[in-house]
């Protein structure tokens, strides 16, 4: 199967298993369960399944447990974008060319329908089918998604966003509030999808969670990049809207030359990576170039 | 020890613990963790932890594990209040007589702080202290707290109240709106200390969450009563506040004679639970009628 095909096909089952889901919830506030329906629905690319499935085909993961997983992952996501999108946060309409979620429905709808999408990952990877890799499996993945999702990881990536908006930074800490904001919750994809497996080595391991972190990186600064020069129709939202925000960007900080070459080495680090695992990775090594050429 | 000494003292344990939770998170976001630490200290009853503890007690469970517990509680109450505050839902400017979170910082760090502290609940339970009581105990904890505060709980009865504010509904949906909204938390707190009690009977068991059933329900229904004739400076809001929000309420629903006499049907349910427990319940006698004749 071409990658594209299996990208799709990826995306496909993911967004089958969480309309599943939700509809598995009973009826005593439909408007709420819409609002976490449209939140989890608004057609992402599904990036994070994506890259969970891939690492874990390489290394043999049942697809019921990459399911679980990234399901789990998914919640955390919608949530965190219903609530950035808020009026008190970045005050967003449109998300991937739809309205947003407190558009579609109302304020206090959305910020429930985020709080509700949390709590429904932990409680996806509590109660969701799961081969048994030992007891205490299930805990250890919702220490790994706490620890990526809350003050350590993306919420505390989110407060840096917030605070240094509208001011100079330098680099490293544009760098540090990528790791925690966006980067965390990649890294649990794979801390996550490597910890079921049975036979990796440490270090192995290690080497798809570095790849991981760079990969995160290489995104947002593509994404970055995307909000100068890409298409609105594309990008799903108005070009220039980061600066229009004054928010600190790769292109702004190191000008967009210099920004695209972050973006080519970024690249080369994360094949690197790649090449030294002893697995079949020529998926992830397609997953990679997507995420740096990708057009939206 | 008499009651009112016990409670202090666990009241004083708990803000301890979480204080010194709060104060091992890193600094990267110092904004958000003072937000934090406002809505987790800002001077409750600390009446969910108090419940756990007496279960606890009366169990022989370690005080360890009952503080690991009331922890993840408690910061799941919390963030329910910094969301409930926000202007886009009840707009309250006063909690317990101090700034709400939103009010104290700004609107888009009391977002964050609630989603923070949601996180933090479920880390707690992955990762704080606790005996072995069998590996999957942490996952069912975790179990426990998310179908009792997403949408099936908590969130869900939340949506309930938000969409029938203003609407004239019957006396099973207030009582099935509060059930979600405050009863379920409470249910969860004598569900997860129970769980992790080696020799209570299946049937006692039953019995410890049916009395916190029926103590949440009284618990609203005395809570109704003092928004009505409560003192402002005793209950740390203006007199009236859930009329003038068009807020469905037993007194409004039943008239104050008849929600006084649920209140105290509700009260002698509860005592009755508690006397056919083979435990000592004497603290939990001194909680129920607390909860019942509290001034605030």
Known sequence: MNFDALRQQIKQQTDEHLLGLISQLPDHAEHLKAAMQHALLVGGKRMRPV????????????????????????????????????????????????????????????ILAGDALQTLAFSILADQPMSDYGASCRAQLVSILARASGFNGMC???????????????????????????????????????????NISDSDRQQFIHFADIVGLAFQVQDDILDVEGEASQIGKPQGSDAAQGKNTFPALLGMDAAKQELARLHQEALQALATLPYNTDYLTAFTDLMVNRNH
């Open 51 to 110: 890259l969970t499935h891939l690492v874990g085909n390489s290394l043999d993961i049942p697809r019921q447990d990459q399911l679980t997983i990234s399901m789990a992952i998914e919640c955390i996501h919608a949530y965190s974008l219903v609530h950035d999108d808020l009026p008190a946060m970045d005050d967003d309409a449109l998300r991937r060319g739809q309205p947003t979620c407190h558009i579609a429905f109302d304020e206090a709808t959305a």
């Open 156 to 198: 505390g990536g989110q407060a840096i966003d917030l605070q240094t908006t509208g001011e100079a930074i330098d680099i490293a800490t544009l760098t540090r509030l990528h790791r925690l904001k966006t980067g965390a919750l990649l890294s649990a994809c794979v801390q996550m999808i490597t910890m079921v497996s049975a």
